[in-house]
Each structure stands twice: as C-alpha cells, then as structure tokens.
Antibody, heavy 116, light 108 residues
Framework: EVQLVQSGPEVKKPGESLKIACRGSGYIFSSYWIGWVRQMPGKGLEWMGS????????RYSPSFQGQVTISADKSIGTAYLQWNSLQASDTAMYYC?????????WGQGTLVTVSS | EIVMTQSPATLSVSPGERATLSCRASQSVSNDLAWYQQKPGQAPRLLIY???TRATGIPARFSGSGSGTEFTLSISSLQSEDFAVYYC??????????FGQGTKLEIK
C-alpha cells in the first residue's frame, strides 16, 4: 500500500528555521517525483515545487523559488521542505504528494503555525 | 503560467440530484487535467485524471469530460459524502502545476 506520512505540527516564531518531512512507503521512492503543496487557512491549493529523488532534480514554482528549499534522502525514502527564516505569512497546511503525472497519493498534511 | 478558472465558486445541490462543475484553462492543456476532492480537515483525494479516467476506488457516479481548455466534473445522484470542495489541476505544462481556486459543493 502506497503511503506518504508527514511529520507533525510545528509552532515557530518569525525568523526561525524549519524543516518538515514526508516519508514514502509501499513503492519505489526514487522513481516518482514528490511535490509540496501549500494551503493557507481557508484558501485553495498552491503547488510549491517537486523533487525527483533518484537524482535530486528539483523544480520550483516561481512564486516559491528562493523562499523554500526542497530536498530528499532516497536512502531513507524521505522528502523535505525547508525554510531558513519563517514569516507569519508561512502559516499554512503543507501537503506532500506523489506525482505520477498527476498527484495520485497525498500525505496527511503538516500544519505550520508562525506566531510571535 | 497556465491559469485555471473554476465555476461556480459555490454550488448548492440537493442530495440525489446531479452536480456539474466547470474548469477552464487559459490555454490548451490537452487532456492533462485532474480533479481532486477535499473534505474539511482532510488531504485532497484524486478523483479523475486524464480528464475522464476515474482513479482507483472512485465511484462511477463521478465522471469527467472535456479537452483543450474546457472541462467538466459531473456527479450524478449526490450522496451526503460528496459535499466537499473540488479542485481541478493541469499537469500539461509545468513548472508550475496550477490548480483552480476550487468549487464548494454544498447541500441545498
């Protein structure tokens, strides 16, 4: 059974750094792109970027380029989303999703709250 | 960037009736279009891909149609569990993948 399991909720202060995780199982992790999707409170879905774990090829949405870093460790089947300096506007639910060509399996989401 | 526009923003339909949701792309995406369902507090779930192919385990009352720039998601005989927010997404031209803003399907 394909599963994507994300790390738990986070509460951070503005300016702090953060790295959240998404662990894949039940399939060959290296063979599928993993994407990250943001959902701000009460809003829609925004694709942030994707990584191909086999070679770490990474693509970003122009809206998120330079704001976050996506990485992966194929040896442990885990993808990451990282911020160097969080802002209050980063408060959102973040989902990882496996990409075939469409996004067929989704993680349960990681809620990130940034507040002073 | 391809802009996806969904209509209406909110659709009120009675249980047992049919719902029709629309999605328009700012340029042709061929049939590289997916539909997702999201219920409150849950992750999105893939319903339809390639514009008209149901994902595994999706009931036959869900159907998708269209190609190019105009797409439709139809749900026949609405069940209580179908009331949710629905998103379309194009995957023809990326980055970026782009989603529509969503249609909220509510009980009339």
């Amino acid at each position: 059974e394909v599963q994507l399991v994300q790390s738990g909720p986070e509460v951070k202060k503005p300016g702090e750094s953060l790295k959240i995780a998404c662990r894949g199982s039940g399939y060959i992790f290296s063979s599928y792109w993993i994407g990250w999707v943001r959902q701000m409170p009460g809003k829609g879905l925004e694709w942030m970027g994707s990584i191909y774990p086999a070679d770490s090829d990474t693509r970003y949405s122009p809206s998120f380029q330079g704001q976050v870093t996506i990485s992966a460790d194929k040896s442990i089947g885990t993808a990451y989303l990282q911020w160097n300096s969080l802002q209050a506007s980063d408060t959102a639910m973040y989902y990882c999703a496996r990409r075939s060509t469409y996004h067929d399996y989704w993680g349960q989401g990681t809620l990130v709250t940034v507040s002073s | 960037e391809i802009v996806m526009t969904q209509s209406p923003a909110t659709l009120s339909v009675s249980p047992g009736e049919r719902a029709t949701l629309s999605c328009r792309a700012s340029q042709s995406v061929s049939n590289d279009l997916a539909w997702y369902q999201q219920k409150p507090g849950q992750a999105p779930r893939l319903l339809i891909y390639s514009a008209s192919t149901r994902a595994t385990g999706i009931p036959a009352r869900f159907s998708g149609s269209g190609s190019g720039t105009e797409f439709t998601l139809s749900i026949s005989s609405l069940q209580s569990e179908d009331f949710a927010v629905y998103y379309c997404q194009q995957y023809n031209n990326w980055p970026p993948y782009t989603f529509g803003q969503g249609t909220k399907l509510e009980i009339k």
